[in-house]
């Protein structure tokens, strides 16, 4: 009996929300406390994510199916990397922003046009390119 009554004590207590790790950018080192990682976060029913993603409980919140999406992996060089827009972008899979750039030819124009308005350092890039030939 007693343990029963420990077990139900458990599922209240709000250890179920303990960070299983924590999460770091590799480009601009954000690091927070994730909770999860996967595509399906825990309280929620029907939210299945695009990606495999660290996901933390939303601190803003007592509500337990809200949560905050850190990051996931680059899906070329597997790097870890945040969702902030310095960082990387979503097209289909995950890729961090010296990727999309390493790359930009292969995006859509709607991208490589986006990369062009995140990326002022961009432009510099190309007159060096200018300088050399």
Do not use: W
Request: glycine residues 4%; positive net charge; aromatic residues 10%.
């Amino acid at each position: 009996m007693g343990m029963r009554k420990f077990s139900s004590l458990k599922m209240d207590a709000p250890k179920e929300v303990q960070p299983t790790g924590e999460f770091t950018c590799q480009l601009c080192n954000l690091t927070a406390p994730y909770t999860y990682y996967g595509q399906k976060p825990p309280h929620t029913r029907f939210i299945v994510l695009l990606e495999e993603s660290y996901v933390m409980k939303d601190p803003f919140t007592p509500d337990k199916d809200k949560f905050l999406i850190l990051g996931s992996h680059c899906s070329l060089c597997s790097r870890s990397v945040c969702v902030g827009t310095e960082c990387s972008l979503f097209y289909s899979k995950r890729f961090c922003l010296p990727c999309v750039n390493e790359n930009l030819k292969a995006f859509p124009l709607e991208i490589q046009e986006d990369m062009d308005k995140r990326k002022p350092q961009e432009k510099s890039s190309c007159k060096k390119m200018d300088t050399r030939t």
